[in-house]
């Protein structure tokens, strides 16, 4: 639009320059005519001229403002061109870094996926040498675990079959001096008389033993280990079955016997005070090793009471000899003075249990007790003691029990 008001007003300029010499023309033409008239006619065209002039002047004006909006808008359409050129380069730059960017991230993804690839089978590979070297070392671990437990298999077997042939030996001398001692039909001959349990120290031993049953000629013979708790006015002992020369059956048993030797039977108590027993407690097991505990009991000599406890045993809970009162009784060494009652555990087992005043003021006690069922890692007891104590199961069948012998010694009595 610009443009073409320019080019209109350039036009209107050569047209009034045009009609300016050609008005001239006529003029001298005209001249010659009359004097005023020629006055008139200059002076009308000197006025035409001035006016036509002014309007060149405006004219030009207008077009040297045509002119400068032109450079002005020609200078700001190269100014904008140029922008948006350098926009666009800018734009170009940043597209062709944008895709740089890209090309370089996918290819740094690449990269990392490879690497990634070739740790994990790194890893992997380690990984694998590393268990395969683990259970090399393991089995050769085990191999070594086992020479030595072979080893000491070995040994141990050693010093069994070293122990094994002199607890035979033992049984082989021991049966040719009871035979060359006694023989007889109906007779029972015990591993031991009281002279040889009189050289052992006091205190729990531990002995092989062996009885002879005869009839009619016919001996059997069964044998195994006696544990013996020695004190000094009685004994307690108990017989761990091992072996018959019959068939007859169950063996592996334990019971306890009891007797008070080497000392007088006490006569007649203290009447005053109390007095606490304290001693060994045994039984047997499996592995034919004493198995020990402790006794506590407590005597009321006014009131004619005792009470206590059979503790320390590995793998038995605590046995209590429930209260009960002394009096006469016929067990052991013939008529003497004892305590007859129940006994139980923590877990609701029941018993009994027996015991023996022993020496001139009561100075020790020897008994034993019965549990109603086999405990833990104990020897159940031979058919003959089951049937003394004649408990059965809900079933009606004979209860094998659990037998403990134990011994104590009295401290001074507390008045």
Do not use: W
């Amino acid at each position: 639009m610009k443009l073409k008001n320019i080019s209109v007003a350039t036009a209107l300029l050569l047209a009034l320059t045009g009609c300016g010499s050609s008005g001239g023309g006529g003029s001298s033409d005209r001249a010659s005519s009359t004097p005023n008239n020629e006055i008139r006619n200059d002076q009308s065209t000197q006025d035409q001229a001035s006016q036509q002039q002014a309007e060149l002047d405006k004219l030009k004006s207008q077009l040297e403002q045509a002119e400068q909006k032109v450079a002005d808008a020609t200078k700001r359409l190269e100014a904008e061109t140029a922008k948006a050129n350098r926009e666009a380069q800018a734009k170009q730059a940043v597209q062709q870094e944008l895709n740089n960017a890209k090309t370089q991230l996918a290819q740094a993804e690449q990269k990392v996926a490879d690497t990634t690839k070739r740790l994990e089978a790194e890893t992997a590979k380690a990984t694998s040498e590393d268990q395969a070297k683990q259970a090399v070392q393991k089995e050769l671990n085990d191999a070594k675990a086992t020479l030595e437990q072979a080893q000491t298999n070995l040994a141990t077997a050693l010093a069994n079959a070293t122990k094994q042939e002199q607890k035979i030996n033992e049984f082989n001398e021991l049966i040719k001096e009871v035979v060359g001692n006694q023989q007889g039909d109906g007779s029972t001959i015990g591993g031991y008389a009281n002279t040889q349990i009189d050289d052992l120290p006091n205190g729990l031993n531990s002995a092989p033993y062996v009885v002879i049953y005869a009839e009619d000629g016919q001996g059997t013979v069964s044998g195994g280990y006696a544990t013996i708790y020695k004190q000094n006015y009685s004994v307690v002992y108990g017989r761990d079955m091992r072996f018959f020369s019959d068939s007859l059956n169950a063996p592996n048993n334990f019971r306890i016997e009891e007797r008070g030797f080497s000392g007088e039977k006490t006569t007649a108590l203290p009447s005053e005070g109390n007095a606490t027993y304290k001693g060994k407690a045994f039984t047997s097991n499996p592995a034919a090793i004493i198995h020990s505990g402790d006794l506590t009991y407590n005597v009321d000599f006014a009131n004619r009471t005792g009470s206590g406890k059979l503790s320390g045993f590995s793998g038995i809970g605590d046995i209590n000899l429930d209260e009960g009162r002394i009096g006469k009784t016929n067990h052991g060494a013939g008529p003497n003075y004892g305590v007859a009652s129940s006994a139980s555990m923590a877990d609701g087992t029941r018993g009994e249990y027996d015991l023996v005043f022993y020496g001139p003021d009561a100075e020790e006690i020897a008994g034993n007790a019965y549990m109603y069922k086999q405990l833990d890692n104990t020897m159940r007891v031979n058919g003959g003691t089951a049937r003394k104590y004649n408990q059965k199961d809900e079933q009606g069948n004979l209860i094998r029990g659990t037998h403990i012998g134990f011994g104590g010694t009295r401290g001074e009595i507390q008045k």
